[in-house]
């Protein structure tokens, strides 16, 4: 079969550990205010591409990949489980490591989501706000079914990378900040948290495609503020840890 391919990048070293190739997948369900990939968005698009392709693209570079693997990313990478676990399949085969960098934002349990599950090493799960109604503001629907991902990746024993970004004047405030660091301490398997600044490189690609940009005005997030949001947040999930020991 063959899925519908955004782009490749074939030297990535943000999407998981070491190197990797990061294949961005057509197709999004939400439309988060600060996303910097618009056109990834649309599910018709993209380019149709074999798993077969993807992984001989992959072999070829093979010895610039020690310590990375294949990142699948997007637009949302779970509206095309099927193709997921072909490529996965192929990958596990041949011993690669398999990353999905996800929203969560599709989830329902399924046996074909089980399977993929299985060929998965590592998820990195965007948590975009601890509030379920400002989520929705945000990106067009509530938090619950990317936590209740969370608890079946957790289920399944499948080590979670957080990711959160960091928006001046909705994302950054202490409240919501400590929030999710309690919202992290309760997920089993979360394993690292990647806190990033909000930059405004999509806003080209907005004008491009003729789109009004929803975040105009709002400035990037200098690099320093997005370490402290950290702080926070860790502050947050070490209370909230503590709480849990006190409570056992
Ligand atoms: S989930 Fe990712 S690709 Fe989809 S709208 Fe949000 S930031 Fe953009």
């Known amino acids: 079969m063959k899925g519908r391919i955004h782009s490749i990048e074939s030297f990535g070293t943000l999407d998981g550990p070491g190197v990797r190739m990061v294949v961005f997948m057509q197709g999004c369900p939400l439309r988060c205010k600060y996303c910097h990939n618009p056109d990834t968005w649309q599910v018709h698009g993209g380019e149709e591409t074999s798993a077969e392709e993807i992984m001989a693209h992959f072999l070829k570079n093979r010895p610039f990949y020690t310590n990375g693997g ?75 079914s990317i936590l209740a991902f969370a608890d079946f990746l957790a289920e399944r024993n499948v080590p979670i990378w957080i990711r959160h970004v960091v928006v001046p004047t909705i994302t950054d405030g202490e409240e919501h900040l400590l ?37 105009e005005g709002i400035p990037a997030l200098p690099k320093d503020a997005a370490e402290k949001a950290k702080a926070t947040i860790l502050r947050g999930y070490r209370l909230a840890k503590r709480k849990n020991t006190q409570g056992e």
């Open 179 to 215: 929030r999710l660091g309690e919202m992290i301490a309760k997920i089993k398997t979360a394993r690292a948290l990647d806190v990033l600044p909000y930059h405004t490189m999509g806003k080209e690609k907005y004008r491009a495609l003729g789109m009004e940009y929803p975040l």
């Open 70 to 144: 294949i990142t699948v990313s997007g637009g949302e990478p779970l509206l095309q489980v099927d193709f997921l676990i072909e490529l996965f399949t192929l990958a596990k085969r041949e011993g690669v490591h398999t990353c999905i960098d996800t929203s969560g934002a599709t989830f329902h349990e399924s046996e074909r989501l089980d399977r993929l599950v299985e060929l998965t090493d590592l998820v990195m799960l965007d948590l975009k706000h601890s509030d379920s109604a400002a989520h929705k503001e945000l990106t067009g629907a509530d938090n619950a």
